[in-house]
Structure formats: C-alpha cells, structure tokens
C-alpha cells in the first residue's frame, strides 16, 4: 500500500499540483528505502504524462499487483483492465442509462477503476455547470464501498486527483465517495441506477445470519460473486441495471441455480460479452469471465453475445456473437454461445426435450475419494473382496475403456472392507472424465463401462475423478449408445455453450438437452454395427438438427 499511496502522490504533484490530497484511509505498511520511493515517485511522474484515466489505472493497480499472492486471493482484489471498465460503461450507456441523472454504486470498489470511468462521465454528462454544482451533483450520485482501507483510500485519493480542478475552482474540500464498509452488511437501499463493478470471487464461508439474509441466492456453498450479484438487487431501483465483470460459472452449475432463477426472474439479462485476454493482460482471473448487463424488472427477451477479445490494457476487439435466451425454468443451464456458428445450434437445442432421465439413466461422481483409503489400494488382484479400481485414465481421449493404472499414486485394485459396499459398481455404465480443459479437442470425454469386463470381475471400484452415468433401471438405450452420442462433436459444442469451468458436473450432464428416443434408430444401428467415427459423428450432427454427411 505505501508504494502505491506514493506513486499516487507523486502523480497528484504533478497532475495537480493546487491539489491537497485527503489524509489515507488507513495507516501505512511497513516502510520503503529510497530505491523504492524513487521508483514509486516516477512511476506516479510517469503516470501524470498519460491520459488522466490511464495514469490513474496505472498507478491504482500497484496495489493488488505488488500484494501476496494469498493475500490477494483472500481480499478477491485483481486489477481489471480500463478496456473492460470501458465496455461495460459502454454497454450500460447503450442499454439506456441516463448519465445526467443516474445514480450510481459500486459495492466492491477495489481500487475504484469503475468509479473513476462512472466519475467522469458523470461530469461530461451535466455540462458547462459552476465547478460546485458539479461536486455536488457528484457528490450525491456517484458511491463506492470497499471492505479493505489501503484500497478505499486509493480509490479515494484517484477520485480526489480528477475532480482537482472542480474541487480546486470552487474552494471546496473533495466529497467522500469511496466509504470503509463490509457489503454484505450495509443495509440495501433500492436507490441505484448502476450498480457496477468487479466483484470479489471465490467460496465464502458466511455467518448464519448472512446464510439467512441470501438464501434466495445460495445452494451449498456461497461464492463471494453470487452473493454481490445479490446485493447488487437489492441496491438497483426499479428498471435500474446491474452491471458486472463476473466468472461464467454461473450460467450453469449446480451451485448458481437459485442465483438463476433470482435474475431470471427479477433482473433478466440484456447484453452479455464473453471475454477473452491476449496473454499478458488480466492474467490474474484464471476462470472463463464475461461482463453482463442485467435490468431490473425488465421482461423476457433474448440478451445480444458479443466475444470481447482484450488485446491491450485499454484495447478491446469486439465480434458479435448470437443470443441467449433464458430457460423456462430460470435455474436450468443458460445456453449461450462462444462462437458465431453456436447460434443455430442453440436455436435448435432449445426445443429438444429430452434428457439423460427420459433415456432412463442419472448421473453421480465415482464415489471412491482414493486418499481416503490409502490402505485398502491394492497392486495386484487376488483375495476376497478386491476389485479393479477404475481411474480417469481409464477413460481414454477416443472413447474407449481401457483397464490401467499408470499414474503416480494409482493402483489397479482396492480391497472392500466390511461396510464398504455402497462403493462397489456391478451393472454396466458409462464413464466420463469429470476435469477437461476448453483447449482440449473435445470436453466431453466419455467411454462405456463394459458389461464382459464387470462380469469378469464381479463388479468394479470407480474413482472420484470420473462421472458415472448409471441406469436408473432398465434403459431406454444402451450404454454404447449413450458413450457415442456424449463423444460426438456436436454434444461436444452443445456443452461448451453450457459449461465455462474445467469441471464437468452430474448436474450439467442431467441438463444436455438430447436427441427424442424415437428418433434413435439409425444411431443405434450404427453402433451395434461398430460404424466408424465419421459415420457415427454424421449421424449425431443430423439428429441435433444438422445434414447427415
């Protein structure tokens, strides 16, 4: 904090020296030798020779870049790039927000990169005006909270430096705009027009009192970017927008269902933009993020996807990309698209019907946590009660089982002890990997469970890292049917449009919107068969609305 506070200073010297700048939210850490208060100095010099808003980035992200990196992750404090603060000013300026008279919040300032871009907009908003009617107008328009003081101070102190000349001219001390305060305790005015910003993520542990508080939001555990997305309703004012640079993980997972149902229902989005970073620029964020326009009270209609490619810290690339529209049930996977040619697809999908229930299968995690049984892990067979224990390199990239364990801290059995039959698996299913990466060629990664090799076996022990997809009793399709379709290229797209995460849920699985069982035949043919890839693969394409080939 002491090194950025005197870059910032030093910047206020130079960009305006008639400025006094307020006293810091909180007292300093630690102190800086010389070289170090040189090199903040220039920085904050150098700072003052760029555009007013460029050097007031500059010099407010030293702050979450110069702290620990645990501690960093612990406050959810990552510097957000000012052509993404810029976008999604944009956006909401598009969407109808009425910059004369807007009033607005950012409930997790930070280092106030929104606030500044809202503060001056605000200002170029009003006009010639006298300097004090501006800071009053400002004043009471314009608010940041911020849990943490070294960062409400810089936010503060940035805000300090580009209203200079207005609080200079009309004599006036700078209003406090950035308050020292927990959001998840402030009580909630519906009073904003904006609420914006970048939240905080991560899984929170809340009191019970705050679990009470946003239990309409909340499904097991609580992700600090879901419940900001649950104050920021509770701030927005009817037909107000919520605008926020969050992760993509809500759109479909298990955990953000309440949350989606709480927009849908109450504040739909209008525009999303799906954001990708050159490398080097906001590094930081290691999940798939977006920046969304939601409106309060606003009715059904199908929000504009745009694909943000950021190729500088203030450059942004903009591709239009389809739409997306929101289930009839709210808290269903929204399916949105990554890429232009997603559009017709998801246009299709979202007439089919059918689920992995109406196939006749449910899907669960493969129950052994290995580490938790160290002992009873086994290198060879042999025994009473020892079975093969399935790993996810079972499951190979092709779709097929293969039997192994060749991975570090992998044995190829494990000895059931008394009590431990809910672990054994004796029916055939399907496996598929539960972590995949969107660079790798395909997400889903699936491969059938022969029945020979149960058999052979008397059952197996399924690892923790691979979903099981079981029949829930007798099944509408075989399982080699079901592996082929989940393997497919196009189930592959449809799940990319779900899914943001490396990891690949039994609830998401339960959601893929699949083929109507009579329209099965010529796929089940094809597979009893054992047609090839190509033939199998026409053969999906068509069913999910595409030409055979």
Excluded at 182 to 198: I, Q, T
Excluded at 432 to 446: G, N, P, S, V, Y
Aim: net charge neutral.
């Amino acid at each position: 904090m002491t090194f950025a506070r005197r870059a910032l200073e030093a910047l206020a010297a130079e960009a305006a020296p008639l400025l006094v700048l307020g006293t810091p939210l909180a007292a300093p850490r630690g102190s800086l030798d010389p070289a170090a208060l040189r090199l903040a100095a220039g920085i904050g010099t150098a700072a003052a020779a760029l555009p007013v808003i460029e050097g007031l980035h500059l010099v407010t992200g030293l702050y979450p870049a110069l702290l620990p990196g645990n501690t960093r992750s612990a406050l959810g404090a990552f510097y957000t790039p000012p052509a993404l603060t810029q976008r999604l000013l944009d956006q909401v300026t598009a969407e109808g927000l009425d910059w004369r008279t807007a009033r607005i919040l950012d409930p997790a300032a930070g280092g106030g990169a929104f606030l500044f871009q809202a503060a001056q907009r605000l200002r170029a908003a009003l006009g010639p005006c006298e300097p004090a009617f501006a800071i009053q107008q400002i004043a009471a328009r314009l608010l940041g909270l911020e849990l943490d003081p070294h960062a409400a101070g810089l936010a503060q102190g940035a805000l300090e430096i580009l209203l200079a000349d207005l609080t200079v001219a009309a004599g006036r001390p700078a209003p406090v705009l950035v308050r020292v305060c927990d959001a998840l305790e402030e009580p909630p005015g519906e009073s904003f027009d904006l609420v914006v910003g970048n939240p905080p993520y991560g899984r929170v542990t809340l009191t019970p009192d705050q679990r009470r508080r946003y239990a309409r939001s909340l499904y097991g555990h609580a992700n600090l970017y879901g419940v900001f997305t649950d104050i920021a309703l509770r701030w927005a004012k009817a037909d107000g927008f919520i605008a926020y640079l969050t992760p993509t993980s809500f759109l479909a997972g298990q955990y953000y269902a309440a949350l989606r149902r709480l927009l849908a229902g109450q504040a739909p989005p209008v525009a999303i933009d799906f954001v990708h970073a050159r490398r080097g620029v906001f590094e930081d964020v290691l999940q798939e993020t977006m920046l969304a326009i939601y409106r309060k009270g606003a009715g059904p209609r199908r929000a504009q996807v745009h694909y943000l490619h950021v190729t500088t810290e203030s450059e942004a690339q903009v591709t239009r990309n389809g739409t997306i529209g929101i289930p009839a049930d709210g808290a269903a996977p929204w399916l949105a698209p990554r890429d232009p040619a997603h559009s017709a697809l998801i246009a299709r999908v979202e007439l089919m019907p059918a689920r992995l229930a109406d196939w006749g299968y449910g899907v669960s995690t493969g129950p052994l946590v290995w580490n938790r049984f160290k002992p009873q892990l086994r290198d060879r067979p042999g025994g009473k009660a020892t079975f093969p224990l399935i790993w996810a390199e079972a499951v190979t990239a092709d779709g097929q089982f293969i039997f192994r364990a060749q991975k570090r801290n992998h044995a190829p059995y494990f000895k059931l002890e008394a009590g431990d039959e809910w672990l054994l698996v004796d029916r055939p299913c399907v496996l598929l990997q539960r972590t995949t990466a969107k660079e790798q060629a395909r997400r889903l990664i699936a491969a059938e469970l022969p029945a020979d090799f149960i058999q052979a076996h008397g059952g197996v022990v399924v690892e923790n890292h691979l979903n099981m997809i079981r029949p829930s009793g007798k099944p509408e399709v075989p399982p080699a049917v079901v592996a082929a379709i989940l393997n497919s290229r196009i189930v592959d797209q449809v799940f990319r449009c779900m899914n943001g995460s490396v990891a690949v849920s039994a609830f998401e699985l339960e959601s893929l919107p699949l083929p109507d069982l009579a329209d099965l035949a010529i796929l089940r043919k094809l597979v009893a068969a054992g047609a090839t890839q190509d033939r199998i693969e026409a053969e999906c394409h068509r069913l999910y609305g595409g030409e055979a080939g």
